[in-house]
T-cell receptor, first 113, second 114 residues
């Protein structure tokens, strides 16, 4: 059974700092990996999707990398801003299904002005 | 284009009552999903549908039923609510084909069962 772990559970940084969020998964036979953002009391917004054949994806100040063989992904946020404060969720598609997501429990990020 | 919408946004039930949560999407997506999100547990898949008229069990289906009579709607039913079903419920949808894994989420329904 696929398990997804995110470390740290919570992170507080000053504005402007570059930061890294970590995600690990137990079964490396994944179809893809996605990073989501969730604001308090809101739904999930997809940030980046990395196919299993890719090593990284970039969108603006966000860069996500994937090392499938070691079962790890990182989300790099450059020049963090208070508006980046949210919970970041990692999810993988695996287990012979090309659409069922397994989520980590998330990292709560606070960027202080 | 409203995306994925959920009705209601909040609800309080007493143990044993029934209710139906409605999810609607206007993106003509083939796949639809119901998740529940609990503190310390993350999001877990309850039921899903791969097309109109189809449903399938996810990770935590007990106590819930679903129906997909129309492509744009996915209903989640609680026949006899229990306090353990207190949670935030999210609906999601995704296109078929090569974009099947891009899931779009609704804003959630916060349900409390007393």
């Amino acid at each position: 059974k696929q398990e997804v772990t995110q470390i740290p559970a919570a992170l507080s940084v000053p504005e402007g700092e570059n930061l890294v969020l970590n995600c690990s998964f137990t079964d490396s036979a994944i179809y893809n990996l996605q990073w989501f953002r969730q604001d308090p009391g809101k739904g999930l917004t997809s940030l980046l999707l990395i196919q299993s054949s890719q090593r990284e994806q970039t969108s603006g100040r966000l860069n996500a990398s994937l090392d499938k063989s070691s079962g790890r992904s990182t989300l790099y946020i450059a020049a963090s801003q208070p508006g980046d404060s949210a919970t970041y969720l990692c999810a993988v598609v695996s287990g012979g299904s090309n659409y069922k997501l397994t989520f980590g429990k998330g990292t709560l990020l606070t960027v202080n002005p | 284009n409203a995306g994925v919408t959920q009705t209601p946004k909040f609800r309080v039930l007493k143990t044993g009552q029934s209710m139906t949560l409605l999810c609607a999407q206007d993106m003509n997506h083939e796949y639809m999903y119901w998740y529940r999100q609990d503190p310390g547990m993350g999001l877990r898949l309850i039921h899903y549908s791969v097309g109109e008229g189809t449903t399938a069990k996810g990770e935590v289906p007990d106590g819930y039923n679903v129906s997909r009579l129309k492509k744009q709607n996915f209903l989640l039913g609680l026949e006899s609510a229990a306090p353990s079903q207190t949670s935030v419920y999210f609906c999601a949808s995704s296109p078929g084909g090569g974009r099947v894994t891009e899931q779009f989420f609704g804003p959630g329904t916060r349900l409390t069962v007393l």
